[in-house]
């Protein structure tokens, strides 16, 4: 079976490396996977989008996602820039970073405060919370990725402190992330 996932971030927020980092769990997991990056105006603060695909057999397929599975939003403000309620029209989940959460008709919504992990652990860059292995972790628990496939995924993209401070933001997500009761 293949899943399609659409990231949105904003430039600076580690999006595009988040989905190569779950991409790489996945392989670890015996999967297959693409991480596949879309990029506008290259600078940060634009808005990103990612796409992430993930199957049991060998994706032929190398186009753009039009109907994700889940939608990964990285901030509340994207959410509300983009159109949320459009974009995961037929999504089956939302992933969002916010403080607080609001659930969304028809459709399961989860929640975590990525940016809260990542200002508490210090990764920040030029005021900006890097929030890609917190969200890394709250999507790997809500689709099924394991813990450990995670962690080791990313010592292909970090080194020394850095490592052990992402795979805590990781870590803290993982457990953290809820589904958010309500209308959704």
């Known amino acids: 079976m293949l899943h399609e996932y659409l990231f949105l971030s904003r430039g600076g927020q580690g999006g595009v490396t988040a989905t190569r980092i779950l991409a790489t769990a996945a ?24 796409y992430l695909r993930i199957g049991d057999e060998p994706i032929k ?6 109907r994700p599975e889940g939608v990964i939003v990285f901030s509340q403000r994207i959410a509300e820039l983009v159109g949320i309620e459009r974009v995961s029209k037929g999504a089956r989940f939302v992933l969002v970073n916010t403080s607080s959460p609001r659930p969304l008709p028809g459709v399961k919504v989860f929640a975590v405060d990525a940016t809260r992990i990542a200002v508490d652990l210090g990764l920040v860059i030029a005021g900006w919370p890097v929030v890609n292995t917190a969200m890394a972790g709250a999507f790997a628990r809500v689709v099924g990725i394991g813990l450990d496939a995670l962690l080791r995924a990313m010592e292909d993209f970090f ?17 953290l992330v809820r589904e958010v009761r309500g209308d959704g």
Request: proline share 2%.
């Open 27 to 50: 392989v670890t997991e015996g999967r297959y996977a693409q991480a596949i990056p879309e990029f506008g105006a290259e600078r940060r603060g634009a808005i990103v989008r990612s």
């Open 159 to 175: 080194r020394g402190k850095l490592l052990g401070t992402n795979r805590e933001a990781a870590k803290r997500a993982y457990e």
């Open 61 to 66: 397929r190398h186009s753009r996602i039009r």
